[in-house]
Nanobody, 121 residues
Framework: QVQLVESGGGLVQAGGSLRLSCAASGRTFSDYIMGWLRQAPGKEREFVAGISRGGTSTYYADSVKGRFTISRDNAKNTVILQMDSLKPEDTAVYYC??????????????WGQGTQVTVSS
């Protein structure tokens, strides 16, 4: 298991940028596929972006492709979500997530407490 703590959420205007960080505990961070998911009130939690264990492969939801960038630093046990050109529909609680495995996936087993991202019109 891993423990995940997100930070960096806040209020931004449409078209702005925000950088979310996820700090992972433990010494097995590199064994996990990492990702970001988000959930708006009244909606199901949805996949946003994923990254392979070594950080060489990434995958994005169509809604954020070209605007968001996921990266990881296994030496520092961190994963980043850089969000650019934000839209009001990006407003949600964003969760850092992890899954033990070999292949990148949109399904995760663990996630953090979440950080609120609000994009104003």
């Amino acid at each position: 298991q891993v423990q995940l703590v997100e930070s960096g959420g806040g209020l931004v205007q449409a078209g702005g940028s925000l950088r979310l960080s996820c700090a992972a505990s433990g010494r097995t961070f590199s064994d996990y596929i990492m990702g970001w998911l988000r959930q708006a009130p009244g909606k199901e939690r949805e996949f946003v972006a994923g990254i392979s264990r070594g950080g060489t492969s990434t995958y994005y939801a169509d809604s954020v492709k070209g605007r968001f960038t996921i990266s990881r630093d296994n030496a520092k046990n961190t994963v980043i979500l850089q969000m650019d050109s934000l839209k009001p529909e990006d407003t949600a609680v964003y969760y850092c997530a992890a899954r033990a495995g070999l292949k990148i996936t949109t399904v995760y087993d663990y996630w953090g407490q979440g950080t609120q991202v609000t994009v104003s019109s």
